[in-house]
């Protein structure tokens, strides 16, 4: 199946950092591909940078960013914004930040469709609440006269949601959609995506640093380091048999309840993130590496692990850690 | 055996006035807990947000009075007690380390500041004190002169714990300490913890929204829902076995690292919780999936079993 | 998101735009060049700014005719270097400048803290206390304690302090009242930090940088609310240099020799611009100073 989206040698720089160097990665419809890693490893950013939202200091440079046949790169700012919204939609992590606080929520769904499809307010309102019934929004006809302090965290997200939907979009990019809702919301708002997706034939982006979400949501996973895909693949794979040290080492930071045993010590990956100036060369995640070598500083290539799973790591794929030096 | 803690029926509420200054609606922020916790034991207290749980830990703190109730260290409450000695008791370490520490000091100052405060000794012990403290918690020498601003979130939190223990307090209260860092330094962080309490013998109440995380370091569990615990158990046993409804909706979403089992369907209805209007009867029953007809009227009374306390009228039939 | 900016120092971020960055710039070397004339005015001014030669008197500047090549800005009626007059009053308006802020300041930012850190009725107080300031109709009042106890510099200077601290007071309480809830307050409180310590070295530090910006605006109203006492006859007594009073001297003559009116009325325009426009720059700079705290 052709992908929906594709992105090759992504490259987003600001003045004095190197926030994505070289992502790849290509999206099909009906698919979850998660975005996985840190805070500062350039998944948001690589998000933005497709959407072209990235602030004015960003240089962004790509091979190609492509929307089935369409290139991004060379869409002028007023296809970007139709296209934006419409065929591609976003969900942000904090909904009260992307809402309008004067304007009630009827109003705002509506406004998507007014201007993209150029809907009279009627139909994008009987749209709205077609869509918020579908999201699992009760008495939909009352929340949309109503404004967006008067809902509940997991209720705004809700909204968001069916207002990305709004155009039938066939990408949507979800940037940490759950992070600040309490976790028996984040299994409900959870739940609405994969159920929206499969019945819309969606192609999901889903960016989060939770590899619960990754490992319920994900037919694929790309994990990100220092602005760098680390390691890419299916996501059964990648969990079973993670191969990147910094994939290793963060799965066994997570502590699980019933597997890790309290009161021993959890795995940890020592120290912190390094800075990634201009000019930077070699793996990221040297300096905390345990099997760091000195050719770790040279560029490394991707390897090629079976089964469209991928590294970048000059180790081989069944490296154990060897206590000796 | 001895309590470190004590906390008995405590209560507070919050008044939101109208512009005439007339009472409109009381928030009950926590609405009658009692618990005490043995020496050298970590309580995790969970729950979602605006259940009570951070406020909870201010009245603990000593920063917020209680509108009844009291907490009692070493059998002596801590809302009598004189700043000073109340601060050699009882430390708290907080959620953000971008805001728990002053941005324009530094390190070895805020690290410094319960050693001042107390002022019983000289500049030079005091500085003593602090290197061996910020070694102890894994900061260098050289990041003793440097401002909050130049260090890492890992490392501010270090510098966070580091002031909390730099007292030798007996209880430590940990108000989500790792919720706003990366997974990789958030084990480091409860890597640390863990060992702190074991070589300095500290008692902690570990307050999360993250099941995970407490079930990894707390030996006993307390669930809070709008402002009570509605269960508390050992770890282990409520973890194997939870017995509130609510417990075991918490417990259905915690998403663990394991594909193919996909998205938990926690069965919790749509009602949010406010805790302006706690519901009559149980105050879970509008999102309960098991609840009765009984439960909307009846309030639950506290079921002590084995060691252990739920807050439900289903777990008094079984 | 932490921005590269972030830890260049104040005034190498790029957050002005290039106008703003020039009206700053040129506001601090008004003012630093303000201060300098004024700590050595000895050493600069030609003449005694008190000594009258009535033999020259109300000679025009060096650029007009029939000037006098030693008095570069011409002499007043009684035959006073006006030059020296000129720098001599940049003293008298700093010095009201600074030392109302100072005392306006103290009170301002004490009122305002204690309001917006205990909150409650004590805060109701202060609000109270603030309002009832903004009632008082500023000018008249001054007139009118100057009027009853004479006047003489300091009387000036308390006047107005004791007048100007309501903005500090609102600026204080505001910003104290978003510094409150953060955790280092409680985490000083847990560690048994006196209240003392607590408004002063964990609140004050971090409220610092918006009261500076208060300090600019006030110094220059307190500048131009002088000049408009001492032109009223009720500031800063004769026969000190103040511009103010050079102005209500020079009204007689203003038709005939407008120099002498000009000349102060310029200098005094032009410190209040160049403190108004670091003030300002200041508060650009600073509004996005408010720390990042994401990552």
Redesign the interface.
């Known amino acids: 199946m052709a992908p929906v989206l594709s992105i090759a040698n992504l490259r987003v720089s600001f003045p004095r950092m190197e926030a994505v160097r070289g992502v790849s990665l290509t999206l099909r419809g009906g698919e979850t591909h998660c975005l996985v890693g840190e805070s500062g490893c350039g998944k948001s950013i690589s998000a933005l940078s497709v959407m072209n939202l990235l602030p004015r200091s960003a240089v962004r440079s790509a091979d190609h960013i492509r929307f089935h046949e369409h290139d991004l790169l060379a869409m002028s700012e007023r296809q970007m914004a139709w296209l934006r919204g419409d065929k591609i939609a976003m969900i942000f992590q904090e909904p009260m930040t992307s809402l309008n606080p004067a304007y009630t929520i009827g109003s705002q769904m509506a406004e998507v469709l007014e201007r993209h499809r150029r809907a009279s307010r009627r139909q994008a309102l009987d749209r709205a609440a077609e869509l918020l019934a579908r999201v699992g929004i009760t008495a939909p006809g009352m929340r949309l006269a109503q404004y967006p302090h008067q809902l509940s965290g997991g209720l705004r997200q809700r909204m968001m949601i069916a207002t990305a939907l709004m155009c039938d979009p066939e990408v949507l990019i979800a940037d940490e959609p759950t992070t600040a809702l309490d976790v028996t919301v984040q299994s409900q708002v959870l739940r609405l995506l994969r159920k929206l997706q499969q019945e819309m034939g969606l192609a999901l982006l889903l960016i989060t640093h939770d590899f619960g979400i990754v490992a319920r949501m994900a037919e694929h996973v790309s994990v990100m380091y220092a602005g760098e895909v680390v390691e890419s693949g299916p996501v059964e794979q990648i969990i079973k048999a993670p191969t990147h040290p910094y994939t290793r080492g963060l799965l066994n930071c997570i502590p699980v309840p019933g597997m890790t045993k309290p009161g021993e010590p959890l795995g940890s990956i020592p120290g912190g993130v390094p800075h990634i100036g201009r000019g930077f060369l070699g793996c990221g995640f040297r300096e905390r590496c345990p099997m760091a070598a000195r050719e770790c500083a040279e560029p490394v290539h991707l390897h090629d692990a079976g089964e469209d799973h991928f590294y970048r790591c000059r180790l081989p794929p069944d490296w154990k850690l060897d206590a000796s030096p | 055996m001895t309590h470190a803690i004590e906390v008995r029926n405590v209560y507070r509420e919050f008044q939101q006035r109208s512009a005439a200054g007339r009472v409109r609606s009381a928030v009950h922020a926590v609405d009658g807990v009692t618990f005490s916790l043995a020496a050298g034991n970590v309580l995790g207290i969970v729950g979602?947000?605006g259940c009570g749980k951070s406020t909870l830990a201010?009245l603990i703190?000593?920063?917020l009075p209680p509108s009844s109730g009291e907490a009692l260290v070493d059998g002596r409450s801590l809302a009598h007690m004189d700043?000073?000695e109340?601060?050699?008791l009882?430390?708290?370490v907080?959620?953000?380390p971008?805001?728990?520490?002053?941005?324009?000091?530094r390190v070895r100052d805020i690290v410094g500041?319960?050693l001042?405060?107390?002022g019983d000794l000289t500049k030079r012990q005091q500085t003593d004190r602090i290197m061996e403290m910020l070694a102890r918690v894994g900061i260098s020498t050289e990041m003793a002169d440097r401002f909050p601003?130049q260090l890492?979130?890992?490392?501010r939190q270090r510098v966070?714990i580091a002031?909390a223990l730099v007292l030798h307090p007996r209880i430590v209260v940990c108000d989500e300490p790792t919720s706003a860092l990366?997974?990789?330094?958030?084990?480091?962080i409860?890597?640390l913890l863990?060992?702190l309490r074991r070589e300095l013998g500290l008692t902690y109440l570990f307050i999360s929204?993250?099941?995970?995380?407490v079930?990894?370091?707390a030996t006993e569990v307390a669930v809070m829902y709008l402002g009570r615990f509605v269960e508390h158990a050992p770890?282990q046993d409520l973890?194997r076995r939870p017995m509130h409804p609510y417990t075991q909706?918490?417990?259905?979403?915690?998403?663990?690292?394991?594909?193919?089992?996909?998205?938990?369907?926690?069965g919790?209805g749509?009602a949010?919780p406010d805790p302006t209007d706690i519901p009559l009867g149980c105050r879970f029953h509008p999102r309960c999936p098991k609840a009765l007809s009984e439960c909307r009227t009846l309030v639950p009374d506290n079921i002590r079993k084995d060691g252990r306390l739920v807050e439900c009228l289903l777990a008094a039939s079984t | 998101m932490k921005t590269a900016d972030d830890t260049q120092p104040l005034w190498r971020r790029r957050r002005l735009p290039a106008f703003g960055r020039l009206a700053t710039l040129l506001g601090a070397s008004i003012v630093v060049t303000a201060f300098v004339v004024a700590i050595f005015a000895p050493y600069l001014t030609p003449y005694d700014p008190f000594a009258q030669d009535l033999n020259l008197r109300l000679v025009p500047p060096v650029w007009m005719e029939s000037s006098h090549a030693a008095h570069l800005l011409g002499t007043d009626q009684i035959g006073r270097d006006y030059l020296s007059r000129l720098i001599y009053g940049t003293r008298i308006s700093l010095l009201i400048g600074v030392l109302t802020v100072i005392t306006s300041g103290l009170i301002g930012v004490t009122i305002g803290i204690v309001g917006g850190f205990y909150g409650g009725r004590v805060d109701a107080l202060v609000m109270f206390l603030i309002t009832c300031r903004l009632s008082i109709p500023l000018i008249l009042v001054a007139l009118t304690v100057v009027a009853l106890v004479g006047s003489s510099l300091t009387v000036v200077i308390l006047t107005l302090g004791l007048l100007l601290w309501e903005r500090f007071a609102v600026v204080a309480r505001t910003t104290t009242m978003q510094v409150r809830n953060l955790d280092y307050i409680a985490a000083a409180q847990a560690a048994g930090a006196s209240r003392a310590h607590v408004l002063v070295r964990e609140v004050l530090p971090n409220i610092a940088s918006h009261l500076v910006v208060v300090a600019t605006l006030e110094m220059a109203l307190a500048i131009l609310l002088e000049a408009a006492l001492s032109f009223l006859g009720l500031g800063v007594p004769q026969p000190l240099p103040s511009w103010g009073l050079m102005i209500a001297e020079a009204k007689e003559y203003m038709f005939f020799s407008p120099w002498v009116i000009v000349t102060p009325g310029v200098a005094l325009f032009i410190l209040v611009l160049g403190i108004n426009l670091l003030g300002d720059g200041l508060r650009d700079m600073l509004r996005t100073d408010l720390r990042h705290r994401g990552w």
């Open positions: 979602e947000s201010r703190l000593g920063l700043r000073r109340r601060a050699r009882i430390q708290p907080f959620q953000d971008f805001a728990s520490l002053n941005p324009r000091q500041l319960p001042a405060s107390q601003g890492s979130g890992g490392q966070a002031r990366d997974v990789s330094v958030q084990a480091q409860l890597n863990s060992d929204h993250n099941l995970a995380v079930e990894h370091i770890t973890f909706a918490l417990l259905a979403s915690v998403l663990t690292p394991e594909p193919a089992l996909g998205i938990p369907d926690v919790l749509d949010y």
